[in-house]
C-alpha cells in the first residue's frame, strides 16, 4: 500500500481545485503558512497523532501551491534528491561541515 | 518510474542523518523555513526551474523534520486526505464556502 506525491496531487486537485483557483497563488500561501506554524507548535509540545496531521496538512497545502504554479513535486524531488546530496552528489553527503551545518 | 514519499525519507536519512539528529529539530526547522522564504520568492518571479527546485527543497526539508519526528509522511497524508477533504470526507469539498474559502 503506497499514496504517492502524485496520487496526494490528485486528490488535492479533485477535492479543492476551483476554490484553489479563485484564491490564487497569494491566498494560499497565506494558508500554507498558517499550517507550518501549526506544525511547529506541533513539534514543540504535540502528541505523535497531532504531529502526523500537521505534517499531513502542510504536505497537502504544498500539494495545492503545486497544482496553482503547475510543479510536479514527485519529478521535482526525484531530479534533484534522487540521487542523495544535491551539492556532492554522495550518499551520505560529503559537503564541508561548516557551510552545511 | 515514481519516486515515494518512503523513499525521500529514506534518501534523506541516509544522506544526512547524523548531521540532522546533531542539529535537532529547532535547527532544523529554521532551515525548512529558509527553504520556505525560497519558495515565495520563486512563486513570485522565478522560472519553471527555479519553482521546481524550491519545491523539491522544501519537501526534502519536511522529509528531515519529519525523521527527526519520527513520521512516516506517506501514512500522515494518506490517512488525513486519502479520502479527499478530512473535514467533509466528500471530493470535491462541499464545507461551508464561508469558513474555508
Known sequence: ???SLAQLQRVIADTYDAK??????EGTFMWFMEEVGELSAALRGGTDQQRAEEFADVLAWLATL??????????AVEA???EGCPGCRHSPCTCNQSEKP
Chains 1, 2 share one sequence.
Do not use: C, H, T
Not at 20 to 25: A, N, S, W, Y
Not at 66 to 75: F, Q
Open 66 to 75: 503545486a497544482n496553482i504554479a503547475g510543479v510536479d513535486l514527485e519529478a
Open 20 to 25: 484553489d483557483r479563485r484564491r490564487g497563488v
Open 1 to 3: 500500500m503506497s499514496f
Open 80 to 82: 534533484k534528491y534522487g
